[in-house]
């Protein structure tokens, strides 16, 4: 198999209790946390007025841009580093 001709995809999904509320199918040669912000602020246009959007993500999203968004209101996020098993 040639990798050259082999398209990869990087689906990014929002879920709200179960229910997708937005969604992303970005290139494969895409990077993880770009855009991430703009992501997060569609993911709350999706909810009613007063939900909050809280974060789970790997480390792609760990970024100034997505920490401001979350202390202004735009979503809750709390950090957790966890120890890497080898």
């Known amino acids: ?22 969604h ?3 290139a494969g040669n895409e990077s993880a946390g770009a855009k991430a912000v703009e ?11 007063g939900k909050k959007v809280y974060v789970r993500s790997d480390s792609a999203f760990y970024q100034a841009g997505v920490m401001n968004y979350a202390g ?8 957790r ?4 098993v080898r």
């Open 1 to 22: 198999m040639d990798d050259a001709k082999v398209k990869g995809y990087q689906p990014l999904l929002g879920y709200v209790e179960g229910v997708c509320v937005h």
């Open 72 to 79: 202004s209101g735009g979503g809750s996020s709390r950090s």
């Open 39 to 49: 992501f997060l602020k569609g993911c709350a246009t999706q909810l009613p007025a």
């Open 24 to 26: 992303e199918f970005r």
């Open 81 to 84: 580093r966890t120890r890497t």
